[in-house]
């Protein structure tokens, strides 16, 4: 038994996990990944490969965490959970009298006609290849999607010398930024560091030559066993193709990434009550201003709360920790977090999914992919009365695969009109496990 479980080893988590054990509690950092840091701290997979400065800024969380007494349980992934008690890939459990989501998030896709061809990755999954083992996957890469990931990217290619195709931001940034109450244009240029960082990104993107549009998608991909191209057409302030704009736009690599939806498998599982936020990237847990969800002593933190950012992450790791470690503070909310929540509405405005995204889908558009279930097979569900994505599934099979709907849920509530409405249930295990794991708990 501990005194605070925490699951993901990203900022979230290894900040709560380390201010818990710093408070005294005695601390069990999960994370399924064989090494900590999550998405943004990424670790390299050898020390052949040269830490980022990034890379260095996760080290030094992960040597604090450490240092601090926190006991990491790496390559574990939690597959169930029940009050007081986290059931293990491993073949074990661990009890806790406290417990601290931190599961991040996982990246939005569209389903369009060709996405399932090889040459298809998310944008996230390029980033990985890069960061962790120095692979680049294609040679000729065509970003599209929605969000500052696709830019984050598509310089780090172009500093690596891989021939970006272009960048195809489907939301027009400065346009919709001004309409945002309150903030606008200048509420882009008060995020500082952030809108530097764009910028030069941007810059470093226009001095290699890579065309950057906003308010543009891929609408399919060409090719037979593996992608040739993609065809691309203006999206409207919905994200719905305009017909007449295609044009064929050559490259041997789509990387596609419509902005995260938060990880809250577990959250559900445990019983919190999640609620539909659509800036916050969907559905995200009730929380209290000292992070704890709907059952008591189970905390929220990071991107599984609604899409923030690194620095979010870590501000709100460090008071979830605190409140989980039973540690007493005031209920004030500290300036950083405000700060961070400020951006995370600007990027809500900005980046949160627009109905268009299931339009890009044809009536043979394979929309889950774990059980192959085109769109026509939803659609007829649908005009037969299914009216969630439960409903969906329990006649098509839609979501029911290894991926339990972390990939076609976001199409399907589209297609469905679902949010907000039912939220998404979770039952172990969530995630494949050996049946011998599931056996031994
Ligand atoms: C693919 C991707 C790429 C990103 N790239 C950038 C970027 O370049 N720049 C940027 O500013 N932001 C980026 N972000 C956003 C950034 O990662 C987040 O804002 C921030 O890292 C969130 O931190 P977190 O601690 O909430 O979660 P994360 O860093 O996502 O960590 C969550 C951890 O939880 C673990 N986990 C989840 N479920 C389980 C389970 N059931 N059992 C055990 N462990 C589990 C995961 O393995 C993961 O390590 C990216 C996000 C994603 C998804």
Known sequence: MRDVAVVGAGPAGLRAATVAARAGASVVLVDGYHRAGGQYFRQPASAAHAASPIQAQGRRLIEEARSAGVEFRLGTSVWGAEPGRLYLSTMDTVGFRSLVVATGAYERVAAFPGWTLPGVYTAGAVQSLLKEHGVV??????????????????????????????????TRVVRTAARHPGRGVAGLWRQGERAREGLAAAARLSRARVPLRTGRGVVRAVGTTTVEGAIVARLDDKWRPVPGTERLVECDTIAIHYSLVPATDLLALVGATLTYASAKGGWVPVLTERLETTVPGVF??????????AGMSLAEGELAGLAAAGHAHDDAVPATLRRERRFQQLYGALFAARPGLADLTTADTIV??????????????VAAGARTPAMVKSVTRCGMGPC???LCRPVVEQLTGAPPGEPPTARPPLVPVPFEAMRAC
């Open 300 to 309: 929220g933190a990071g991107d599984c709360t609604g899409i923030g950012g």
């Open 404 to 406: 339990q709907g972390r």
């Open 137 to 170: 996957p294609g040679t000729r890469i065509l970003l599209a999607g929605s969000g500052p990931l696709l830019l984050v990217v598509a310089a780090e290619l172009v500093k690596r010398h891989v021939p970006v195709a272009g960048v195809l931001e489907a």
């Open 368 to 381: 889950c992919r774990c059980e192959d279930v085109p769109r026509s097979a939803i659609d007829a569900a």
